[in-house]
């Protein structure tokens, strides 16, 4: 669950609907009354592509910087309690 966001769960079900509209016909994917659009399916898989690839880069950059803060915490508690005399 940790990697589940937004961009990921999208992606995931533009992906159905562009299988569905794949095995089932673009008539799956127009209303009622419209003209069918025989670029549907591969336009529903290019922005699930386009959404699965935004998740996966907001997600590293999440552990970057979760990664930073952590160095920086470790960094701060690493101090030894030694006084400093400032230079002249």
Known sequence: M???NGFVVLGVVLFL???????YGNTLLTEPGLPVNHLARWEYL???VL???NG???IRMMQRHT???????AGEGA???AKRTPAP
Do not use: H, N
């Not at 609907?17 to 095995?23: C, H, L, N, R």
């Open 67 to 73: 990664g930073r803060r952590e160095g920086s915490a």
């Open 56 to 58: 996966v880069v907001s």
């Open 51 to 53: 959404m699965l690839v």
């Open 2 to 4: 940790r990697y589940l």
């Open 79 to 81: 101090d030894t309690g």
């Open 46 to 48: 290019a922005a699930s």
């Open 17 to 23: 609907i562009s299988m569905a509209g794949m095995v």
